[in-house]
């Protein structure tokens, strides 16, 4: 096989193929606009983002969605009384999937730039923080800064803007003693382009005569 391959060649995988079906955990009264009064889904733009900006879905993992979503009733942050759940079949288009060994160099990158940058500019760089009682870097500020400076980055150089973006996070404990399995691992997709959302559902029971194909 070529060892020395044209530095640009794994742009012909960036595209993920095929729709995947997402999750989102939220309030009823959300669940009910979106579907049933067909309101847009609004993006996120908080600074502590895990993958940056946009529409947050868990990557074909309902239970995780609906964990996230009963929690949320202890969060007065989240707005959420009633919990539900809203189901979306995604394209992810043009994915910046941070599952894949050139996206992550990139990244690392960006993360240098930006360090440069906050250098000239005199200012401190974001970190990633914890919540009290959680061990795990909930509160992305400095992962949300670097991907944010690589979509301005492409932006400004006129370069094709990310439909989607793709991490997995490992959180919560670990399934067994010394395991590296965790708790509420899962892939999260970080919609940008709202096109890229094919249509909304809600998740339906089993019905259990019937095998799942």
Not at 50 to 70: H, I, P, S, T
Not at 88 to 93: E, P, T, Y
Request: glycine share 6%.
């Amino acid at each position: 096989m070529q060892e020395n391959i044209n530095t640009n060649t794994h742009l012909l995988y960036s595209s993920l193929s095929n729709m995947i079906i997402g999750f989102h955990g939220c309030d009823i009264t959300v669940y009910e606009k979106i579907l049933y009064d067909h309101k847009p889904f609004k993006s996120s733009h908080n600074n502590y983002d895990w993958l940056g900006n946009g529409m947050y879905f868990w990557e074909q993992n309902l239970e995780r969605a609906w964990e996230w979503a009963k929690s949320g009733r202890t969060n007065p942050k989240l707005h959420i009384k009633t919990p539900a759940v809203i189901g979306a079949i995604i394209d992810l288009g043009f994915c910046l999937n941070l599952l894949d060994s050139n996206n992550i160099q990139m990244l690392k990158l960006q993360h240098e730039m930006l360090e440069t940058k906050m250098s000239i500019a005199d200012k401190a760089m974001p970190v990633n923080k914890n919540i009290k009682g959680n061990s795990d870097l909930l509160l992305r500020y400095l992962d949300c800064a670097v991907i944010e400076d690589l979509h301005q980055e492409r932006e400004r150089n006129n370069l094709l803007p990310y439909d989607s973006v793709r991490g997995v996070f490992f959180e919560g404990h670990p399934i067994y003693e010394s395991s590296g399995f965790m708790e509420q691992s899962h892939i999260q997709i970080c919609i940008r382009n709202p096109n890229c959302i094919k249509g909304f559902f809600a998740p339906k029971e089993i019905n259990s005569k019937w095998r799942i194909p």
